[in-house]
Structures are given as structure tokens and as C-alpha cells.
């Protein structure tokens, strides 16, 4: 069987389309011929901009970002953050243009993926296709669950499920180990994210560290005592579809995974 080399980027992607079935020599090969320029942005740059056409989807190879959309006076809602190996813009796809914003958080790096290119490879390999699918469906239910997170939870409930599911999304990807990681955002771009004021984010991270739940210093994040900040969160990653969670909606339970695996493919 040949071997296929592929860029972090693209290798972080396919972990991520591998929770759907693993793929073949050939896929990869699909997924390796679509990369075209790379591009670099500095902090806090504009990566996409809200409905405006864009040449080509950005797959994220190394820092972090986020989507976002502005209101008229100025204020910010922070949609998602977009970690190595996700796709800033996959949407347009079929939507043609975004509805949102993305910026970096930090230094960010990607490889752009030509539409035209990625349509013609889902096309000619429709198992692919379904993976990349999937991939949006997870982004759905990760919506969701920040759609719970702000309209229900406490503001202590609001960051420790925040501060877990990134710490999760990053370790799914080699990107987290014993239980620290990489988190360059600010307070005020962390209140964004969950609806809260940069006042309401200090005292509440503060009582975290008081308290040994998690610390946030120098743009990284140490979970100090994992287990307790999952429960004052509430938090099950059940949602994030992650291979080590079992759940009835984990893809593994999917009609097209097995499927595939009747077919050899799996």
C-alpha cells in the first residue's frame, strides 16, 4: 500500500475525519493534493470577513482562532474557536460566503484548500464526502452545547465547560498533555466567548485558582484537578464525539460507518 505524507494541518484533519472511518491510502492522497498557498496572520488579525466572497477554505495548521460576529455598537459574540486541523470557513462550501467573521488568537498559520479543488475530491470520493459531513454535524452539536453553555449555566458553570472543551479538543489532537496546554486568550476574548464581562471573567478565574480547579497564566491553561472542574462544569464530552467517549451518538454507531466497515472501507 502506498504511503502518503501530509502537513500537520492535514494530519490533525484526518485524525478528525479517522473518528468517522478510517481512511484509505487513496483518500489520504485526495486529502494531501488539496493544499495550495500558506498564509501567516498576526494577533488579533482578521482571517475571513463576514459575507465576503473568499478564494479558498483555510485549514488551520498551527495557533488558535475563533468565529465571531459583531454587533452594530460594537460588541462581540464569540460563535466557536478553531484549533489546529479544523476548517475556518468549510461552510462555503455550499453557502458561497460566510456568515461570520474569523480572527486570529495569536500567531496563526494556514494551508488554504481551493473549493474548486475540495468539491472535485468529495466528489470522487464519496466516503469522503460523508466524513466531511460528519465533521460539520460535530460542529453543530458543539454550537449546541455553547448555546446551552450561555442561555443556562452560571458564570462558574459557563467557563469550566468552556476551559474543558477546549482542553479536550486539543489533547484529541496531541495538542494537550498532562493537563496543561496552550490557551493565548485574553480575559475580555474568553468573556466573548461565554457572554460574561472581563470583570466576571477575573473573579471567576480567580476563585478557580483558589479554589484548584484551573489556571490561566502566561497564555497557557493547567487543569489543576481535572475531575472537579469537569463536575463544576457539568461537562460531558459526549457531544465532541471524541473516539474515547461512548456514547449512542458517537460516530461508531453511525449506519454509513458500518456500512463502510461491511464494505471493507472501515
Same mark, same amino acid.
Given at each position: 500500500?502506498?504511503?502518503?505524507?501530509?502537513?500537520?494541518?492535514?494530519?490533525?484533519?484526518?485524525?478528525?475525519?479517522g473518528r468517522f472511518c478510517t481512511l484509505t491510502s487513496?483518500?489520504?492522497? =485526495? &486529502?494531501?493534493?488539496? *493544499?495550495?498557498?500558506? @498564509? %501567516? +496572520?498576526?494577533?488579533?488579525?482578521?482571517?475571513? !470577513?463576514?459575507?465576503?466572497?473568499?478564494?479558498?477554505?483555510?485549514?488551520?495548521?498551527?495557533?488558535?482562532?475563533?468565529?465571531?460576529?459583531?454587533?452594530?455598537?460594537?460588541?462581540?459574540?464569540?460563535?466557536?474557536?478553531?484549533?489546529?486541523?479544523?476548517?475556518?470557513?468549510?461552510?462555503?462550501?455550499?453557502?458561497?460566503?460566510?456568515?461570520?467573521?474569523?480572527?486570529?488568537?495569536?500567531?496563526?498559520?494556514?494551508?488554504?484548500?481551493?473549493?474548486?479543488?475540495?468539491?472535485? =475530491? &468529495?466528489?470522487?470520493? *464519496?466516503?469522503?464526502? @460523508? %466524513? +466531511?459531513?460528519?465533521?460539520?454535524?460535530?460542529? !453543530?452539536?458543539?454550537?449546541?452545547?455553547?448555546?446551552?453553555?450561555?442561555?443556562?449555566?452560571?458564570?462558574?458553570?459557563?467557563?469550566?465547560?468552556?476551559?474543558?472543551?477546549?482542553?479536550?479538543?486539543?489533547?484529541?489532537?496531541?495538542?494537550?498533555?498532562?493537563?496543561?496546554?496552550r490557551f493565548p486568550l485574553t480575559q475580555t476574548e474568553?468573556?466573548?466567548?461565554?457572554?460574561?464581562?472581563?470583570?466576571?471573567?477575573?473573579?471567576?478565574?480567580?476563585?478557580?485558582?483558589?479554589?484548584? &480547579?484551573?489556571?490561566?497564566?502566561?497564555?497557557?491553561?493547567?487543569?489543576?484537578?481535572?475531575?472537579?472542574?469537569? !463536575?463544576?462544569?457539568?461537562?460531558?464530552?459526549?457531544?465532541?464525539?471524541?473516539?474515547?467517549?461512548?456514547?449512542?451518538?458517537?460516530?461508531?454507531?453511525?449506519?454509513?460507518?458500518?456500512?463502510?466497515?461491511?464494505?471493507?472501507?472501515?
Amino acid at each position: 500500500m502506498r504511503s502518503v505524507t501530509i502537513n500537520d494541518g492535514l494530519e490533525r484533519l484526518a485524525q478528525k475525519l479517522g473518528r468517522f472511518c478510517t481512511l484509505t491510502s487513496e483518500e489520504r492522497l =485526495a &486529502l494531501a493534493g488539496l *493544499p495550495g498557498a500558506e @498564509r %501567516a +496572520f498576526g494577533p488579533r488579525e482578521e482571517m475571513v !470577513a463576514q459575507h465576503r466572497p473568499t478564494d479558498g477554505l483555510q485549514l488551520l495548521v498551527e495557533g488558535f482562532a475563533c468565529r465571531f460576529r459583531l454587533l452594530p455598537d460594537g460588541r462581540r459574540q464569540i460563535l466557536g474557536f478553531l484549533l489546529p486541523g479544523d476548517i475556518c470557513d468549510l461552510s462555503t462550501l455550499v453557502l458561497g460566503h460566510p456568515d461570520h467573521a474569523v480572527s486570529a488568537l495569536g500567531v496563526v498559520r494556514t494551508s488554504v484548500l481551493p473549493a474548486a479543488a475540495l468539491a472535485a =475530491a &468529495l466528489e470522487r470520493h *464519496p466516503r469522503l464526502a @460523508r %466524513a +466531511f459531513w460528519w465533521l460539520t454535524a460535530v460542529d !453543530a452539536a458543539i454550537t449546541r452545547e455553547w448555546l446551552v453553555n450561555v442561555g443556562y449555566r452560571s458564570a462558574h458553570e459557563r467557563v469550566a465547560h468552556l476551559l474543558c472543551e477546549v482542553y479536550w479538543r486539543l489533547e484529541s489532537v496531541g495538542l494537550a498533555h498532562d493537563n496543561q496546554c496552550r490557551f493565548p486568550l485574553t480575559q475580555t476574548e474568553l468573556g466573548d466567548a461565554v457572554a460574561l464581562s472581563a470583570v466576571h471573567i477575573n473573579r471567576t478565574l480567580m476563585n478557580m485558582r483558589r479554589t484548584g &480547579l484551573a489556571r490561566m497564566q502566561g497564555g497557557m491553561l493547567e487543569l489543576l484537578d481535572r475531575h472537579a472542574l469537569q !463536575a463544576a462544569g457539568g461537562f460531558d464530552p459526549a457531544y465532541l464525539h471524541l473516539p474515547s467517549v461512548g456514547s449512542p451518538f458517537h460516530a461508531g454507531a453511525s449506519p454509513w460507518k458500518a456500512q463502510g466497515a461491511r464494505n471493507g472501507f472501515g
